[in-house]
């Protein structure tokens, strides 16, 4: 009797939906095949987790391969990242594809590469800062570390489990462009973002305030300065957090309207050419004394022209540039500007340190590169390049449980990285998650320094833009260099920096850790 008036309600619910299916005038698919249409939304909802598990090959998923993320979540488990039985690329085939070149006798390594030490930072082969003699000018620890991503498009639980981390691999952590929030303040080492919409540092008209930014300069630990011209997901529009993500909280921290879009500007108002930019810049060094430097996507090249141009003059200038690829992530943007606006990360970079190259500026700036860099062939490219090292933003996610489920823009991450709901964000554990983030920061530095040896050098940055050649079609290939258009000692070190980061890794590991020069 039970089951008989259970299948009579249910038949029940079930007509409800037929007839509602039958009037309804929104979707033709249901109106025309009532109940079962509603299977084809059911598979449309679930398409990305049936393809990311069931459809596709090891190597056709993007933004990140079934490789690649396999990849990062067993490094940061301390799990066996090896794989057998070869590759499965099509390494004759695979256009674009990239080729370091190990050398057979390296003599010059073995006197500076001692046994690895896998807790050991990576520094950095410059000094930020140096060059324009900042008060607060230091070396960094890491060459690698984590990239911008707001307290708002990420969870607080997130956030905590990435700064956690950093400061467990002696790396440093961006803020972001959404200020500085209560889980950046948990040891590690921070970047302050300032960017379009000045939050944290802003009056209530939005407008730029020194004195605001000075206080929370002092209030943590800021190693340095980053303003934040554009990004690579979303080149030419401001910052955009959905009204779904903004919590009162949030909106506290910002200044901003609880629960609606916040959309930050797409242009400073702080200054509107590069003279004024730069002007910016000395500013805040004069004020804060720490290191300044500017991220941005790379489009029309006049203003890299320009910016290099005036900082030949040698009275002003940035101490570094980040380099955003158009393949970088972000929580929310239009798709058009995800696929179609600002060049990919290699060309854009090889541009804009070709132009810094041409008057002879590269060894008084620190390059940094950002744009799917998390992975050690990438990241090699990089350095071979010129970066003098690299962000990871996405790949710190997936480091922390992140599953490419891409809704970030939705307030719904089912592995609560890139939501404000509660709910959900409880599922992230800081104090488990910011081992893993060490972990994989700790890993891709050791990939680096086994890639390095194998090409015969002590150091990523040492690597150069010969070392590598690139699939050019079947059967052919080109280096770095004659790709990109390098000149003879583009993307190499001055003989004094090479000499003194080679000195460096082989002095005593606490000589390689000391983060002040």
């Given at each position: ?55 596709t ?11 690649q ?11 066996n ?22 050398r ?18 990576l ?11 900042r ?38 952590h ?49 190693k340095?300065?980053e ?86 003059r ?68 990089a ?14 996610m997936?480091?922390?449980g992140c ?28 104090a ?58 583009w993307?190499?070190?001055g ?23």
């Amino acid at each position: 009797m039970r089951v008989r008036s259970i299948g009579v309600a249910a038949a029940a619910a079930l007509a409800v939906v037929v007839a509602r299916d039958l009037v309804q005038k929104k979707h033709a698919l249901l109106r025309t095949f009532p109940l079962i249409g509603h299977a084809r939304y059911l598979l449309e909802t679930i398409g990305p987790e049936l393809r990311q598990y069931i459809v596709t090959s090891n190597d056709e998923e993007r933004p990140f391969t079934r490789d690649q993320r396999s990849w990062i979540y067993a490094s940061a488990k301390s799990e066996n990242n090896y794989f057998g039985f070869g590759t499965d690329n099509d390494v004759e085939h695979m256009q674009g594809h990239a080729y370091l070149k190990q050398r057979t006798f390296a003599e010059a390594l073995s006197e500076a590469q001692g046994p690895h030490d896998p807790q050991a930072p990576l520094p950095c082969a410059k000094v930020l800062g140096g060059p324009r003699g900042r008060a607060k000018a230091f070396r960094p620890a890491s060459v690698v570390n984590i990239s911008a991503m707001s307290f708002g498009s990420l969870s607080g639980a997130a956030i905590t489990a990435l700064n956690k981390g950093a400061e467990q691999a002696g790396a440093m952590h961006n803020t972001g462009e959404g200020g500085l929030s209560p889980y950046h303040r948990n040891g590690g080492d921070l970047i302050l973002q300032i960017g379009t919409a000045y939050f944290g540092c802003r009056n209530e008209d939005g407008s730029f305030n020194l004195d605001k930014l000075k206080a929370v300069v002092a209030s943590a630990p800021v190693k340095a300065l980053e303003i934040k011209l554009s990004q690579g997901a979303k080149p030419g529009l401001g910052g955009m957090l959905p009204g779904a993500k903004v919590t009162q909280e949030i909106a506290d921290i910002r200044g901003i309207p609880v629960g609606q879009d916040c959309a930050s500007p797409s242009r400073h108002t702080a200054f509107g050419d590069v003279d004024s930019m730069l002007d910016f810049v000395e500013l805040l060094a004069a004020e804060t004394g720490l290191p300044v430097g500017i991220k941005s996507a790379v489009g029309e090249m006049g203003f890299w022209r320009e910016l290099a141009k005036l900082m030949a003059r040698g009275d002003r200038g940035v101490d570094f540039i980040t380099v955003d690829g158009g393949e970088g992530g972000t929580g929310a943007a239009p798709l058009t500007f995800a696929d179609s606006v600002s060049l990919p990360f290699r060309m854009g970079f090889s541009r804009v340190y070709g132009t810094f190259a041409e008057l002879g500026l590269t060894d008084d700036v620190v390059f940094i590169g950002s744009g799917k860099l998390g992975l050690p062939e990438n990241a090699a490219v990089a350095f071979a390049l010129g970066a003098d090292m690299i962000n990871v933003a996405r790949e710190a996610m997936l480091s922390i449980g992140c599953i490419q489920s891409q809704k970030c823009h939705t307030d719904k991450c089912p592995t609560g990285v890139a939501t404000q709901n509660q709910w959900l964000a409880r599922g992230v554990d800081p104090a488990s998650k910011s081992t893993r983030t060490a972990t994989y920061l700790r890993t891709l530095r050791k990939e680096l320094t086994k890639l390095s040896s194998a090409v015969g050098v002590a150091h990523p940055s040492l690597i150069t833009a010969t070392d590598i050649e690139i699939l050019n079609g079947d059967y052919d290939a080109r280096t770095l260099a004659a790709a990109y258009g390098y000149k003879d000692g583009w993307g190499e070190l001055g003989p004094h920096l090479a000499e003194e980061i080679t000195a460096l890794l082989a002095a005593k590991p606490a000589a390689v850790r000391e983060p002040v020069v």
